[in-house]
């Protein structure tokens, strides 16, 4: 029987990895077809205390990788997040899913209830077992993350829709 935390994770974030992976291309066409500078939208933000697109994009991709690692009980990749223009987003989306890819079900036996310890700040320590971890933390963050991609794409003109953002399902 597969893991419920694998296949409440995994391909949920594949699928909105794909979804983001499109928006971000229809972005880069939009900004060549209307002759728009790439990094207005990369640099877009929604407020200026916000994270720009180029940040959201980077952090739902740690999202994904951190998320999946710790509860497959693997090493967390560690990327540089300095990509800014959209072909970098994109293959940073590729690489992430490669790593998800590479991830098996096994791994995922017994994350329920297998300790996570996060640091998000110093000298902050959060501990949870890996299904409130998953649930109540991790899939919170990383849909924060594509959503406000999405809103910022769609708040500078780009024509995506929510089937757009499901990516393929």
């Known amino acids: 029987m597969t893991d419920t935390i694998y296949t409440s994770s995994i391909p949920v974030f594949k699928q909105m990895l794909g979804g983001l992976a499109a928006i971000l291309a229809k972005a880069e066409a939009h900004a060549a077809e209307k002759n728009i500078e790439p990094t207005a939208l990369t640099q877009a933000r929604l407020f200026p205390d916000m994270f720009p697109l180029r940040r959201q994009v980077q952090i739902a991709c740690d999202f994904a990788r951190g998320v999946s690692a710790r509860l497959a009980g693997a090493e967390v990749p560690k990327y540089d997040d300095d990509e800014q223009t959209f072909a970098e987003l994109r293959d940073l989306i590729a690489r992430t899913l490669g790593f998800i890819d590479g991830l098996t079900p096994a791994q995922f036996a017994g994350s329920a209830q297998r300790e996570i310890v996060t640091r998000p700040g110093t000298p902050k320590e959060r501990r949870f077992d890996g299904q409130s971890y998953l649930l109540s933390y991790g899939l919170p963050q990383f849909f924060f993350h594509v959503t406000t991609?999405?809103?910022?794409?769609?708040?500078?003109?780009?024509?995506?829709?929510?089937?757009?953002?499901?990516?393929?399902?």
């Open 149 to 169: 991609a999405y809103a910022l794409l769609r708040h500078n003109g780009i024509e995506i829709g929510k089937r757009d953002y499901m990516g393929q399902y």
